[in-house]
């Protein structure tokens, strides 16, 4: 607990563009969500619906021929849509659902790369009332079965290239009844043969909206899933700490197959009416700066792996670029290094601002706001209306300057509704009236958190989350497999890598003794978890060992293989069952 860190001075008298919100302690003090209710606007029966908060709202203002989407894929096709274009094409793709018999309350998924098509029906989806899930479009059979069965999603949007990860499992999918490929030849066609009115659905601010599959330690993925009340705190993060203003050109780099691109690429961000590019290729350092200076992009949300990877590809490049439109710069998904943030004062001229959150919690909690001074390496301050504390195993509040549980009081808007049909997983993140976010972390004596690590085994890799029994499962399906332990291995580029212990059959086992026969083995087990699980889920390092640490009861002791792999020391064992 270092207190020693490098502070960034604000003067907001000095920033280009005053911020939406100009003082933090009053207004943080005085704030109450009843008093921002009208933020959003509810229907005359009191009822509402995000989708029209999102974009059909716009439609009565000037807005309505604003570009809600500068589009650009990986071998530069461009496209532009107004919020009107997104409003009509999303009714039209909400007339075509219900034409196929989706209803309210419906699961609908999306498996799709950053397409237009990902935007326009997940703001349809959700004008019909149904509830939109998405799917990240590295999932291979097993991520995409596990999570289309447990939501008993009732329709998959995806194309024809990802369709084929479904087939052999679609006939296990009983509850799926269509598969809607967005590039055959006629669709286009026959979205735009539908009726460009559609009569939304009035939603209570408790139905649910949207639900995203997430990774914890044990088990399958869990479906977390958000009411149409989430978009209040996505619509007001998005204002105060993305600070969108009306001229702005906003880019953020995550993937809507992920609660950020869900909640600040289409939700939050339109909702404030943002200009917004989405770039659906790969990256590349020159790409992306190519990017921010052909848009002319203001505001630029991304992660500290992206921060890393930019960094390492020099000082010299950024200035090939012009980058002088850029005003406000921020990151999330991992811990941002200090390094990062000088980094970027340094060639961008601006500070990282980091920003805490999870898919649980739907939009920002723990923030660094544009008009606070930034401890560099400081995850920041509570957003509005949330009140966060370090509490202990029993939720018992640590005060400053102790290590504990990242803890908040239950009732924001976008804290998640349930976990799709597990209860008790849902009840499980509640302790002593704190909802647990299942990071640790301190704050310090001003209010500024920070963060420790995770309290379970969850793994971030170049920001995504992967669960380890996921990962595990997948090695055990292949024939040389008895068993597997997974962990995430710090990573200086990627924050962390997945690492898998493997326990091989007694032939493999013999084999393996052979180097260049072991090499080839670890090469083909990452490839079987490519292949069946995700391609961006798959150990980058196995090591084949004999025996995996469990307790008594048969868990395996990941904690005491990260131990070892970090040569710590391996602390109590004394529920250990052998070792
Ligand atoms: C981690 C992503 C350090 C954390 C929006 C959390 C962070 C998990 C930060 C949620 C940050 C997120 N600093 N760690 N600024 N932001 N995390 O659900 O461990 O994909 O619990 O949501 O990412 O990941 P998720």
Not at 284 to 309: C, F, G, H, N
Not at 486 to 505: S, Y
Request: one cysteine or more.
């Amino acid at each position: 607990m270092d207190n020693s860190a490098q502070v960034y001075k604000k003067n907001i008298d000095l920033l280009k563009v005053k911020p939406n919100l100009t003082e933090y302690e009053n207004t943080y003090k005085n704030f109450s969500w009843d008093n921002v209710r009208n933020e959003l606007e509810w229907f005359p029966d009191g009822k509402i619906n995000i989708a029209y908060n999102a974009v059909d709202r716009h439609l009565n203002s000037p807005r309505k021929d604003k570009i809600a989407l500068y589009w650009e894929g990986d071998n530069a096709e461009k496209k532009q849509y107004t919020f009107a274009d997104i409003a009509r094409l999303s009714n039209q793709f909400g007339n075509f659902l219900k034409s196929r018999g989706v209803a309210r309350g419906d699961r609908v998924f999306i498996f799709l790369p950053r397409i237009p098509y990902l935007y326009i029906s997940f703001i349809g989806i959700l004008k019909i009332g149904a509830i939109a899930g998405t799917l990240f479009s590295a999932f291979q059979e097993q991520a995409l079965f596990d999570r289309l069965e447990n939501s008993g999603a009732k329709v998959l949007i995806t194309d024809k290239e990802l369709a084929v990860r479904i087939q052999n499992v679609r006939e296990k999918l009983p509850n799926l009844k269509e598969v809607v490929i967005v590039d055959d030849e006629n669709f286009d066609n026959t979205i735009q043969s539908q009726s460009t009115d559609l009569a939304m659905e009035h939603m209570d601010q408790n139905d649910y909206a949207f639900m995203l599959y997430t990774s914890g330690t044990t088990g399958k993925p869990k479906g977390v899933v958000h009411r149409h009340y989430a978009l209040l705190s996505e619509h007001l993060t998005a204002k105060y700490i993305l600070d969108i203003h009306e001229e702005d050109i906003y880019w953020c780099t995550a993937d809507p197959g992920w609660v950020t691109g869900i909640a600040y690429e289409i939700l939050g961000s339109w909702s404030n009416g943002a200009t917004e590019v989405v770039y659906s290729g790969r990256f590349s350092s020159e790409k992306w700066y190519q990017i921010l200076a052909d848009y002319k992009v203001t505001v630029w949300y991304t992660a500290p792996t992206a921060v890393r990877m930019l960094m390492a590809s020099g000082d010299e490049l950024v200035k090939k670029y012009d980058l002088s439109h850029l005003r406000h710069i921020l990151s999330v998904g991992e811990p941002l290094n200090p390094e990062a943030i000088r980094w970027g004062l340094k060639v961008y001229g601006l500070a990282f601002h980091d920003t805490w959150w999870q898919t649980e919690t739907g939009a920002m909690m723990l923030v660094n706001f544009p008009c606070n001074d930034i401890k560099l390496g400081s995850m920041g301050k509570p957003f509005l209306g949330i009140t966060a504390e370090i509490v202990d195993d029993s939720g018992n509040g640590l005060g400053a300057k102790t290590e504990g549980h990242i803890a908040f009081k239950p009732g924001w808007p976008s804290m998640m509704q349930t976990i799709w049909q597990r209860q008790e997983k849902y009840d499980s993140y509640f302790v002593n009236g704190w909802y647990i976010s299942g990071d640790r972390g301190w704050k310090d004596e001003d209010g500024y958190f920070w963060f420790i690590g995770r309290s379970d085994d969850v793994i971030k890799t170049s920001g995504e989350r992967v669960g380890p029994f996921e990962v595990e499962s997948a090695l055990v399906e292949h024939p040389a497999v008895i068993e597997a332990g997974v962990i995430g291995k710090p990573d200086e580029l990627r924050g962390e890598i997945i690492k898998a212990f493997v326990v091989l059959r007694p032939e493999f086992a013999q084999k393996v003794k052979d180097q260049a026969y072991a090499e080839t083995l670890k090469q083909e087990l990452a490839q079987h978890v490519k292949k069946h699980l995700a391609g961006h889920a798959y150990p980058r390092e196995i090591e084949f060992i004999d025996k995996l640490p469990k307790t008594r009861s048969g868990k395996i002791m990941r904690r005491i293989l990260k131990a070892k792999e970090l040569g710590q020391p391996i602390g109590d064992t004394s529920t250990l069952e052998e070792y």
